[in-house]
C-alpha cells in the first residue's frame, strides 16, 4: 500500500478535533480500511493529495461535480458573485436566473424554493406533503438514502448502509412511526402497503435511480407503477433527485424515464460544487408554503448568491452535447469494466445509468438493498486500495455510485478499464 504520510499525519490530527477525523463518514474510509487520504486541490477530473500525488476522480464532489473541478466559467461566476457580497439574506437576480434555468428543464417543476442542502430539502418536502394531505404516514424504500432526517434514516443508504446500521442512534421509535419501508424495485409490495393503510400515506418517496446503495436503476416500468399506484390511492408522488437531477438527462430523471412526479427535491448538479439544494413541483402544492400557504420553512442562507451563480454557470453550460458526451463515457467504461470483470472471471455485475456507474462483486443483478448488501465487499476493499495506488479515486464503500464529468476522455477511460483489470488480478491471486 502507497505511503501517504502527509495525509496520515493530517488524519491523526483530524482525529482528535473532529469525530473519526472527518465530517461526513464515508470519508473515513472504514468501509475500506486504511488512512482516508487528504487532497489540497482539484483541476477538471483530477485530484491532487496533500503528498502531490495526482488520481483520475470517480467521486465528483458525490456528484456534485458535473463540468469537472475547478472549470473556469463556474469559477468566473463565483469571483464576480464574491466581489458583490457573500450573503444578502435578501432577494436577489442571481435566484431568478437559475430558477428560470430549472423550470425550464423540468416541466414537473411549477415553483421552487431554494435551501442548503439535499438533507433540508427533503426535510421540507416531507413536511409539505404532509400539509398538503392531511396524511402523516410516508413511504420510502430500503436502501434509498434521503439526507439524514430522522423520519427517513430507517434503513437509509449511504454511510448508513456503508456502517451496516438499521438506522441511526438518537431517532425515537416515536419519530419513525409513520414511516413506511418497502423493497425497491417491488412494487406488488408498494401496492400491499398503501391498500394496509389506505387513506394515511401523505406521499411515496423514491430515489428514482437509486445511488446510495451503490447504482441500482430502476426495473422498467416500475417508476410508472408507482404513478399509477399514487394516483389511485390519492398519494403523492415524490422523486429525490439531489443525485439524478441534471445528471442522468439534460433534465434528470424525470425527463430520463418519462414519469412526472409531483413534488422533486434537488442539491449537488444546481450547486455547482458550492453547498445548496432546492424542492419543487406543481404550484398548487408549492402555494402552500409560506409566505403563501402555512407550511413554514425558512433559511438565513437560502439562495446565497455565490451558490446560485455557481448553479447557474454549471446548469446553463450543460447542454445536450455535453448530456451524450457523458452517456458515450459511461457506456465506455461500462462496457470496459464488464470486459475486465469477464477476462478475470471475477463474478461481477456493472451497473450504470448516464453518468452513474457502480461494480458489484456477485452473481446476479443487484435490485434492491438486500441484493446490494450480500455483495462482496472485503474484494471490493482490496479492489479499491489497489486502483487507489494506481491513482484512481474511486468512493471508498461498496455501496457508493461512481460518477463521470465532462472532464474525463476517452484516454481516462481507457487507463481506468486497464488498471482495473491489472486490480483484478493482484486481488484474486
Known amino acids: 500500500m502507497t505511503l501517504r504520510p502527509r495525509s496520515e499525519a493530517l488524519y491523526q490530527e483530524a482525529c482528535g478535533l473532529m469525530p473519526g477525523g472527518v465530517n461526513s463518514p464515508v470519508r473515513a474510509f472504514k468501509a475500506v480500511g486504511g488512512t482516508p487520504v487528504f487532497f489540497k486541490s482539484a483541476k477538471g477530473a483530477y485530484l491532487f493529495d496533500a503528498d502531490d500525488r495526482k488520481y483520475v476522480d470517480y467521486v465528483s464532489s458525490w456528484g456534485a461535480i458535473l463540468l469537472g473541478h475547478a472549470d473556469p466559467r463556474v469559477i468566473d461566476a463565483i469571483g ?20 428560470r434555468e430549472i423550470l425550464n ?18 426535510l421540507a418536502t416531507i413536511r409539505l406533503v404532509r400539509a398538503a394531505t392531511g396524511r402523516s404516514k ?18 437509509a443508504g449511504s454511510g448508513i448502509a456503508t456502517f451496516g446500521l438499521p438506522d441511526s442512534a438518537g431517532v425515537p421509535k416515536s419519530i419513525t412511526h409513520d414511516t413506511l419501508l418497502a ?25 428514482p435511480v437509486s445511488g446510495n446503495m451503490g ?3 430502476p426495473d422498467p416500468g416500475f417508476l410508472e407503477e408507482l404513478r399509477r399506484l399514487c394516483d389511485e390511492h390519492g398519494v403523492l408522488l415524490v ?17 430520463r424515464f ?35 400557504g402555512p407550511m413554514y420553512q425558512a433559511g438565513t442562507l437560502s439562495g446565497n448568491p455565490l451558490a446560485m451563480a455557481a448553479g447557474y454557470a454549471a446548469l446553463s453550460n450543460a447542454n445536450q452535447e455535453q448530456y451524450d458526451r457523458l452517456e458515450q463515457l459511461g457506456a465506455r467504461l461500462e462496457e470496459g469494466l464488464s ?3 469477464k477476462f478475470e472471471s471475477i463474478a461481477a455485475q456493472v451497473q450504470r445509468v448516464g453518468s452513474m456507474i457502480s461494480v458489484f462483486f456477485t452473481e446476479e443483478p443487484v435490485r434492491d438493498f438486500d441484493d446490494a448488501s450480500g455483495t462482496d465487499k472485503p474484494l471490493f476493499a482490496a479492489m479499491f486500495h489497489s486502483m487507489l495506488d494506481k491513482g484512481f479515486y474511486l468512493p471508498p464503500s461498496a455501496l457508493e455510485a461512481w460518477f463521470l464529468t465532462t472532464s474525463h476522455t476517452e484516454e481516462d477511460i481507457d487507463r481506468t478499464v486497464e488498471a482495473f483489470s491489472a486490480s483484478l488480478r493482484e486481488v484474486s491471486a
Not at 138 to 150: C, P, Q, R, S, W
Request: with cysteine; glycine share 12%.
Open 239 to 255: 422523486f429525490d433527485e439531489v443525485m439524478t437531477g441534471f445528471r442522468v438527462a439534460k433534465g434528470g430523471a424525470a425527463e
Open 258 to 292: 418519462g414519469v412526472k412526479p409531483d413534488l422533486l427535491c434537488m442539491g449537488k448538479v444546481i450547486g455547482g460544487g458550492l453547498p445548496v439544494g432546492a424542492y419543487g413541483g406543481r404550484k398548487d402544492l408549492m402555494e402552500l408554503v409560506a409566505p403563501l
Open 105 to 122: 428543464r423540468v416541466p414537473a417543476v411549477e415553483r421552487i424554493r431554494f435551501v442548503n442542502s439535499g438533507t433540508e430539502a427533503t
Open 183 to 207: 423493497k425497491y424495485n417491488d412494487p406488488l409490495q408498494v401496492e400491499a402497503i398503501l391498500s394496509a393503510n389506505r387513506g394515511e400515506v401523505a406521499a411515496v418517496l423514491v430515489e
Open 215 to 217: 447504482l441500482v436503476p
Open 80 to 99: 464576480v458573485a464574491a466581489a458583490n457580497g457573500t450573503s444578502f439574506g435578501a432577494p436577489h437576480e442571481g435566484e431568478v436566473r437559475l430558477a
Open 138 to 155: 410516508i413511504l420510502k424504500f430500503e436502501g434509498n438514502y434521503h439526507g439524514a432526517v430522522d423520519s427517513l434514516l430507517a434503513k
Open 339 to 341: 470486459r475486465a470483470c
